[in-house]
């Protein structure tokens, strides 16, 4: 019986062939879970939930085209769900000793002729057990993967049955999805720059929307070419970011790092008081930890700001199980060189409003679209203006509310890490889950061997506008 083959949609290729010696497109995360499990139940839940997912049965075939999923015949769930066993260094803690090891599995490649995601299961840990995943960002964004995990929980919604991907299907969630929202966009970037972002614009969506349509050797070849060298012009004008020690030729080591949570009520409290947002309040507290990091090296962050390519979901939450790519870019400026933190929550707040009704997500969206159907050269120099434009990826993704279980244990906590492109080596993670927010970081030790020293900033920036907005007047007596 033949294999069924489903061609990968135009972004999902340009993440597969985004790997490089300096990053891997993979997304790594880990579970902290009490009590512990056994391997034998955790396979057992993977294979009645997770295999659910075509997509974690398939591997990836790469043609001139671009690339397929194909069923993998020789499919080992053992090959996937793999047993590990941390032995801590003397004088090393058990969270130290996970650590090191999620930071070298950040480095290491997934097997390309296998389905490019894998499970490292640490069966005693700290009391409990630890769970490390690696999945390719070709599979999926961080909103599909927070679907996935809700799906695998106890309790989980399985996902529904469906037919392999169609051109109408993703013609449908272009327009749905994709074309509608920025349309407010899309008219202000008209007025600024006249009718070629709205070209790009559609172009890039009519590339995306059609995985099956043949462009080589056509003349649409040849205006998309153009196309994304006119898109890639726009981005090339954004200026270069700020020449900090976080920036250079990352080496492709990786360290991880991440601390306790913050809890979320307090940040919604701080940003009431301070009349802004949750991401307001975390994002200065992120570019506060950087500016106080530099610092201490001995640098003077005054007056500088640093970008971080951020993701804007594009797809219905409700479609999220269907997997794949389905964001946008935005730079977000960062003000690491604004001392006083109640200043720089008003700052952020105006980068942040900025953005709205701005040209980037567009640009963004249509570069990402043209790179899949790029050689992998071409598409290598396409994504490296993403490394000299920005300093760090950053995502910011919510999570259920309530604490999760899974196999009957409970998931105590979450953790995980984006990919860089390029020469980027820093990856800033923010996950709301079970009442509290957690801030993950991934640095190449070329650049920050120590994001430890990072992290541990937070909380004190957190800290300072917590006792900033109790001095600050809450009502006047009549």
């Given at each position: 019986?033949?294999?069924a083959?489903e061609r990968m ?9 985004m790997d ?9 995360g880990v579970?902290?879970l009490q009590?512990?499990l056994?391997?034998?139940t ?14 974690f049965?398939q591997r ?5 085209m ?7 015949d020789?499919?080992d769930?053992e090959?996937?769900?793999?047993r590990?066993a ?9 969270v ?5 090891r999620v930071g070298?599995l950040?480095?290491?490649?997934l097997?390309?002729a ?11 840990f700290?009391?409990?057990?630890a769970?490390?995943?690696?999945i390719?960002?070709?599979?999926a964004d961080g909103i ?7 799906s695998?929980?106890d ?15 993703e013609?449908?969630?272009l327009?749905d999805a994709?074309?509608k929202p920025?349309?407010d ?8 720059y006249g009718?070629?972002v709205a070209?790009?614009?559609s172009?890039?969506?009519e590339?995306?929307?059609n995985?099956y349509q043949p462009l080589?050797g056509?003349l649409?070849?040849a205006?998309?070419g153009m196309?994304a060298i ?5 981005l ?7 020449k900090?020690?976080l920036?250079?030729k990352?080496?492709?080591k990786?360290?991880v790092?991440?601390g306790?949570?913050?809890?979320l009520?307090e940040v919604?409290a701080v940003g009431?008081?301070?009349g802004?947002?949750?991401n307001?309040?975390?994002?200065a ?5 950087i500016?106080?990091?530099?610092r201490d ?10 970008r971080a390519?951020v993701p804007v ?6 479609k ?10 935005v730079?977000?400026?960062?003000p690491?060189?604004i001392g006083?933190?109640v200043?720089?929550v008003?700052?952020v ?12 997500p ?14 992998k050269p ?13 300093t760090?990826?950053m ?7 309530v ?6 244990s409970?998931l105590k906590?979450?953790m995980?890490?984006v990919?860089?492109s ?7 993670s923010?996950?709301?889950?079970g009442?509290g ?12 061997p120590d994001?430890q020293?990072?992290?541990e900033?937070f909380?004190p920036?957190f800290?300072?506008?917590v006792?900033?907005?109790l001095m ?5 007596e009549?």
């Amino acid at each position: 019986m033949p294999q069924a083959i489903e061609r990968m949609s135009r972004v999902d290729t340009a993440w597969l062939r985004m790997d490089s010696d300096a990053n891997l497109m993979m997304i790594v995360g880990v579970w902290l879970l009490q009590p512990r499990l056994s391997y034998e139940t955790l396979c057992e839940r993977v294979a009645g939930t997770l295999l659910k997912y075509t997509r974690f049965r398939q591997r990836v075939v790469e043609d001139a085209m671009g690339a397929s999923w194909v069923e993998d015949d020789r499919f080992d769930l053992e090959r996937h769900v793999v047993r590990e066993a941390l032995a801590p260094k003397q004088g090393q803690s058990a969270v130290q000793a996970l650590q090191q090891r999620v930071g070298e599995l950040a480095g290491e490649p997934l097997n390309p002729a296998r389905p490019l995601w894998e499970l490292r299961f640490i069966e005693d840990f700290d009391g409990g057990s630890a769970l490390i995943a690696r999945i390719h960002h070709c599979i999926a964004d961080g909103i599909a993967l927070i679907s996935v995990m809700l799906s695998i929980t106890d309790g989980g919604t399985l996902p529904p049955s469906r037919k392999a991907q169609i051109e109408s299907e993703e013609s449908d969630w272009l327009s749905d999805a994709v074309l509608k929202p920025f349309t407010d966009l899309t008219v202000k970037a008209i007025g600024l720059y006249g009718d070629g972002v709205a070209k790009s614009m559609s172009k890039s969506a009519e590339l995306m929307a059609n995985p099956y349509q043949p462009l080589f050797g056509s003349l649409d070849v040849a205006r998309a070419g153009m196309q994304a060298i006119s898109d890639v012009a726009a981005l090339a004008l954004m200026g270069d970011d700020s020449k900090t020690r976080l920036k250079g030729k990352a080496g492709g080591k990786k360290v991880v790092a991440w601390g306790p949570p913050l809890p979320l009520d307090e940040v919604k409290a701080v940003g009431r008081a301070l009349g802004g947002s949750v991401n307001d309040v975390l994002l200065a507290c992120v570019a506060g930890a950087i500016g106080e990091y530099l610092r201490d090296k001995g640098d003077d962050p005054s007056g500088q700001e640093i970008r971080a390519m951020v993701p804007v979901n594009l797809r219905p939450l409700e479609k999220a199980h269907q997997l794949g790519n389905r964001f946008g870019l935005v730079p977000l400026t960062l003000p690491i060189g604004i001392g006083n933190p109640v200043d720089r929550v008003y700052a952020v707040r105006r980068k942040m409003n900025d953005l709205k009704g701005s040209y980037q997500p567009i640009l963004a969206f249509a570069v990402l679209a043209v790179a899949g159907l790029l050689i992998k050269p071409a598409q290598d120099a396409v994504m490296n203006l993403f490394g000299k434009k920005t300093t760090a990826v950053m995502t910011n993704v919510p999570g259920p509310a309530v604490p999760l279980k899974f196999c009957g244990s409970e998931l105590k906590q979450v953790m995980f890490w984006v990919p860089q492109s390029g020469d980027i080596g820093m990856g800033v993670s923010i996950l709301s889950y079970g009442g509290g927010v957690q801030f993950g970081l991934i640095t190449d030790t070329a650049l920050c061997p120590d994001p430890q020293a990072i992290i541990e900033r937070f909380a004190p920036e957190f800290d300072k506008l917590v006792w900033l907005s109790l001095m600050l007047p809450w009502g006047s007596e009549d």
